[in-house]
């Protein structure tokens, strides 16, 4: 047990490799795995566990992931990497018709634990097609878990989490995080579906995950800076979400902003501030990117990005909203 | 082939035939699709059903060489292979009538019909879905260093879908102890394949991936079975993939409701005329086994379906509140 400095990549490997140490059951299959993973994040994993458990498979994202499926009723604990979330479209009734309704529509004879690697969101001009936030999507679908990992504590943590349970899960980490260093305590344990408070504010909760917490919390810096104080909530898990994290703050501030880099129509944003709005009298908003493809010019590619001046700026908005009525 | 096991194959056949008609009569009226009404709020099977009354023999010649532990997969159309792998039928018809006793306590009905006790993990809704679930399962067994093999059923129409493909590729390149049947009727769903698939089909397409493929009349229990049972050794010998493609006759129109009015009523006289149970009656009539002896196994299947059938009348229907369990363990589901 130890608490050292790394990347959310690395916290992901390690954490991998802990399970794999830990349970034979525990094997990996994707797209140039034996390479260490496109981002790395699978790196020294075929060296320590071999190529049966560190499985380079060929560009069948259907079987990939159908084949996970089948692994896990078979007894095992496959992780499964789509290299990026945009391809998981093509292993979409895997996940939708298979993996996530297996349970239910079978009448609990068997399991799926299957976590599933689906890296999200905007990286350096990856364009229409590398970049996109499908959190949403996965939220509604019932007989999933979907984690959102926001730093290498949370990355090493969760994907154990994941790795220990017996539900499938999309597990969501954003592309730009994987250099972000932090301190990972592999004694930790946190279980999923918590939220985590960053910042106790006494006006506004802004409520975010995955990469988009890391904005929330700078705009929440300027915001301070400005006499408004505001607390930061990380989600980290979408489903299942800690209601219960959320309602307290939102109910102690009155204002409630959720913030995400996922398009904001029909976003799962929209989800947390319906919540809030039923069971609270707080005034809610969202923030999320517009509703277009994201384009490959670096100016085309920012233009949709929800950055901390954005997220300042909603802010004030919200806390300048009149009630209805008033 | 020994007279015994042609009974034996025989049986299993009409197991299977007795329980279809069954689930058919008890379906009257339940069904609704292409334009007809569910007209009836009586019936006791609902929903889609899809019958493989003619094609018994490819479930019955296969499942024969399956040991218990033996996983398979199978298609909408799956109620024989469920029973020939082992099922209990009691268990099986009260899922058909949506009943708590059903093997899936009522949550799938007959396009899920499963029974994991016996290594059957489930009949899919979604054509060609079931094969790369059978390569998971092949590759985990294998992995595991553990004996069983895994059978994989799917139709002629899942053989234009892209994890066909896929799942024939990955099965070589892990070299897999599975075996592909590929049940063809000739049919996707209304249409006939054959104008719908370019070049020779099933068997080809295999071999051009390298899976060596067996093409056999799936209407002759006998020759299934023979075919089955040599790709089924060469399988548990290491050999890797294999695929049995059994050439069959669908009866029944796509769901049961499904007139087939978009078919040749002599290519359905053509289907009725080749039924697999006749031909192994004729031959097992040739073989000196008696009629008697024959219409006592028919006997049997259709009182053991019939007990299944008061089974699945007595069992009650699940306690709505399952509809919120077995969804998943973490966040389970409820109304929010």
């Known amino acids: 047990m130890a608490v050292s400095t790394m990347t959310y990549a690395e916290a992901g490997a390690a954490a991998l490799a802990r399970a794999m140490r830990e349970d034979p059951r525990v094997v990996a299959l994707g797209e140039d795995l034996g390479r260490g993973g496109v981002f790395g994040q699978y790196r020294g994993l075929l060296q320590a566990f071999g190529p049966e458990r560190v499985i380079d498979t060929p560009i069948s994202e259907s079987t990939i992931m159908g084949a996970g499926v089948g692994m896990a009723l078979a007894g095992l604990r496959p992780v499964v990497e789509m290299r990026v979330a945009d391809f998981a479209m093509c292993a979409m009734d895997e996940i939708v018709n298979q993996a996530a309704k297996n349970r239910f529509m079978f009448g609990g004879q068997g399991r799926v634990p299957l976590v599933m690697r689906l890296p999200i969101g905007l990286w350096s001009s990856s364009a229409a097609q590398h970049s996109q936030s499908f959190e949403a999507w996965f939220a509604h679908l019932p007989g999933v878990v979907v984690a959102c990992p926001a730093t290498p504590q949370d990355n090493h943590d969760m994907l154990l989490a994941a790795l220990r349970g017996e539900d499938p899960v999309i597990y969501l980490e954003h592309k730009e995080l994987w250099g972000l260093k932090g301190e990972v305590d592999d004694a930790r344990a946190a279980p999923l579906g918590r939220a985590r408070v960053l910042r106790h504010g006494q006006q506004l909760t802004i409520v975010s995950w995955s990469a988009a917490v890391h904005a929330a919390t700078q705009a929440a810096a300027a915001l301070a800076a400005e006499g408004i104080d505001a607390s930061v909530i990380d989600l980290g898990t979408l489903w299942p979400w800690d209601r219960e994290a959320v309602l307290a703050d939102a109910a102690r501030t009155g204002h409630l902003l959720v913030v995400h880099e996922a398009i904001q129509a029909a976003g799962f944003g929209a989800e947390v501030a319906a919540t809030v709005a039923e069971h609270t009298g707080c005034r809610v908003a969202r923030l999320g990117a517009p509703r277009v493809p994201v384009g490959y010019a670096p100016v085309l590619e920012a233009h949709a990005r929800i950055d901390a001046g954005r997220i300042a700026e909603a802010a004030r908005r919200l806390l300048r909203r009149q009630p209805v009525g008033a | ?336």
């Open chain 2, 1 to 336: 082939m020994d007279t015994p096991q042609l009974l034996s194959l025989y049986r299993t056949m009409a197991r299977i035939r007795a329980f279809e008609e069954a689930a058919e009569r008890a379906s009257q009226g339940g069904v609704q699709a292409f334009g007809a009404a569910a007209v009836s709020g009586s019936a006791k099977v609902r929903g889609p059903l899809h019958l493989s009354i003619g094609q018994e023999a490819v479930a019955a010649g296969v499942c024969a060489h399956l040991q218990r532990a033996d996983l398979l997969t199978s298609t909408h159309r799956g109620h024989g292979h469920t029973l020939a792998k082992g099922a209990d039928v009691n268990r099986m018809m009260a899922e058909l009538f949506g009943r708590s006793g059903g093997s899936n306590g009522g949550k799938g009905g007959s396009m899920h019909i499963a029974d994991f006790s016996v290594g059957m993990l489930g009949a899919n809704g979604v054509v060609a879905a079931g094969l790369p679930i059978a390569c998971g399962a092949a590759h985990a067994l294998k992995l595991q260093g553990r004996p069983p093999l895994v059978a994989c059923f799917f139709g002629d129409g899942a053989i234009n879908r892209g994890p066909f493909m896929e799942s024939l590729n990955w099965a070589v390149i892990y070299q897999l102890p599975l075996l592909f049947v590929c049940e063809d009727n000739r049919f996707s769903a209304t249409t006939a394949t054959q104008p719908m698939t370019a070049g020779d089909g099933a068997a080809a397409r295999a071999q051009a991936i390298g899976v060596p493929a067996v093409t056999v009349d799936g209407n002759d229990v006998a020759a299934v079975s023979e075919a089955a049972g040599a790709l089924v050794g060469q399988i548990r010998g290491g050999s890797g993939p294999r695929l049995l493609h059994a050439l069959t006759w669908r009866v029944k129109g796509h769901v049961s409701v499904d007139g087939q009015a978009y078919r040749d009523p002599a290519d359905v006289a053509a289907a009725r005329a080749t039924c697999p149970l006749q031909r192994a009656r004729t031959r097992l009539l040739a073989l000196d086994v008696g009629a008697a002896e024959i219409d006592a196994i028919d006997a049997a299947a259709h009182d053991e379906i019939a007990a299944a059938v008061a089974f699945a009348d007595a069992s009650p229907p699940p306690d709505a509140a399952a509809a919120f369990t077995d969804v998943q363990t973490l966040g389970a589901g409820q109304w929010l």
